[in-house]
């Protein structure tokens, strides 16, 4: 069963995962849209793309089956509910939305209509990672207690790049803390408590933050982002019997380092398809051939979850 893909949004995320399509066996890249018609008509030229749309309401007309909705995460609510109407299954790029507000209309929306919808948090479906979820699922790290690590990549202050603009959803926590909070969250689950501290540039956007999540029994996450200093961008999940190191940067992990109590260290590579953005494309493949409305890798749930445990992260920072 081939899935016909298309591409709502253009831009520099969408120019990364473009090409991944063409890896995946039963996935077929078939149209982009844009407001732009040339950005449009430019984007297909560059993958091969047969079908441009100067439009999204175009886009979701069209004879395709799932949407990448790749724009940025403040238009992601008014175009997944309109995709959602369309019938279109959607893959919707991190952060899910700006708010757990629009994340519940969304997941409503979905729901109602019977329609997939997933977020695209990419790590979840990498070879490495999977292999870490077998790895505490089987027990073999006991009871996971801890789960601690950072992602920290320097960025050069510009208040009109999307990364630092309030109003296309800018900031340390809805582009970095997203990766750190649903890494934490799928091997702990929904925190109780949610602490966090840390700075803010100019334009009141977060310029980072020390997260600290609570769980019942004593079990917490520690988690570091940042924009202003580099970092390693390592995670390590910690259990009563051992643990495992996810090797600098985690978010597109390929190595895993081992250590259970009384056994010898291991040391573990992974190989991706292409850059990896692949495997999440073929998950959703999967879910849509088997009639899914939702992922079981990352159900709907989880990304409210990581959205809520966002909100409070951002309120605890004064935004």
Not at 213 to 241: C, K
Request: hydrophobic content about 50%; glycine content about 10%; aromatic content about 8%.
């Amino acid at each position: 069963m081939t899935i016909r893909w298309g591409i709502a949004g253009p831009g520099r995320i969408a120019e990364i995962v473009a090409a991944e399509f063409a890896l995946v066996p039963d996935a077929e890249l078939v149209a982009v849209g844009s407001r732009s018609t040339q950005r449009a008509e430019q984007f297909a030229e560059r993958f091969g793309i047969a079908q441009a749309y100067g439009s999204y309401a175009e886009l979701f007309a069209a004879e395709v089956d799932a949407i990448y909705l790749a724009t940025p995460h403040a238009q992601h609510t008014e175009l997944a509910l309109a995709a959602i109407e369309a019938g279109k299954a959607l893959l919707i790029e991190k952060s899910f939305t700006c708010s757990v507000a629009d994340t519940t209309a969304i997941i409503e929306a979905a729901r109602a209509k019977g329609v997939f919808v997933m977020e695209a948090m990419w790590t979840r479906f990498l070879p490495a990672i999977t292999h870490l979820r077998e790895l505490v699922a089987s027990g073999a790290l006991g009871e996971v207690r801890a789960v601690y690590g950072d992602l920290l990549a320097f960025r050069p202050y510009d208040p009109a790049d999307r990364l630092f603009n309030p109003g296309l959803g800018g900031g340390a926590v809805l582009d970095l803390g997203v990766y750190v909070v649903s890494f934490a969250q799928q091997f702990l689950g929904t925190p109780e408590v949610v602490h966090a501290v840390g700075g803010r540039f100019p334009n009141g956007v977060e310029s980072g933050a020390g997260i600290l999540l609570g769980y019942a029994g004593g079990r917490y996450a520690s988690e570091s982002i940042d924009f202003t200093a580099p970092g390693p961008g390592r995670q390590v999940v910690a259990g009563t019997l051992g643990w495992v190191e996810v090797k600098p940067r985690f978010h597109r992990a390929s190595e895993l380092v081992v250590q259970l109590t009384g056994a010898e260290r291991q040391e573990l590579s992974f190989a991706k398809t292409g850059a990896g953005y692949a495997h999440e494309i073929a998950h959703v493949n999967s879910c849509l051939a088997a009639g899914l409305t939702e992922s079981p890798v990352l159900p709907l749930a989880d990304t409210l979850d990581v959205q809520q445990v966002m909100a409070a992260v951002l309120a605890s920072l004064g935004r």
